[in-house]
């Protein structure tokens, strides 16, 4: 899934969520503005978010549905300041893929479209499909945006990132101040 959305990273900043997503877009398509995630299930979105609060520059978080779920209420809070350049591209496999999918709640009960709706984010789109996935990424052009992207359990096989945490986050403030 992330190899149809790479093209829209470009020059953006992309927080990524942690474990598999983070080495998948390494390696598709590193760049400096790339923050790789580490450890900290639940916050990819809450960074993401603050990050859009202190810049102009785009930014995408590449978010999970078990991470979501950690942390919903960060949903809301990002609805309730309603940062212009902000997307949320919610990576929902049902399952919490980089530790053995695992089935999240979005199997049984749980609609991450619904709930971002419900917490008052003004763009929701539900995504399934290359086509899709291309159309939700271009637009709308301005406003805060989520996207619920449809993917099947499974994970790419890809190695591990070969940087430093600390230059990675060195590497993405130079970006964001530059
Ligand atoms: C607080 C905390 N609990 C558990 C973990 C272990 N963990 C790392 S990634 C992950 C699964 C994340 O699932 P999801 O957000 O759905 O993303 P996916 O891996 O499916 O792409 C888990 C449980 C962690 N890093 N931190």
Redesign the pocket.
Known sequence: MLEVIAPYLDSKVVVC?????SKELYALTHQSSNFYML????MATPIGLGISLSTNKEVVVI??????L?NPGTLATAAHLNPPHLTIFA???S?????G??P?LTVSCVDLALLARGCGIPNVMKAAGKKQLVDAMKGPAHGLKFIHALAL?G?AKVPNIPLHHLEVKKLVMEFIAS
């Open positions: 969520n942690l474990g598999i997503p450890g900290s299930m639940g978010d999970g549905d078990g991470s979501i950690m990576v929902d496999n399952s919490y893929g980089s530790t999918e695992q999240t359990p994970n």
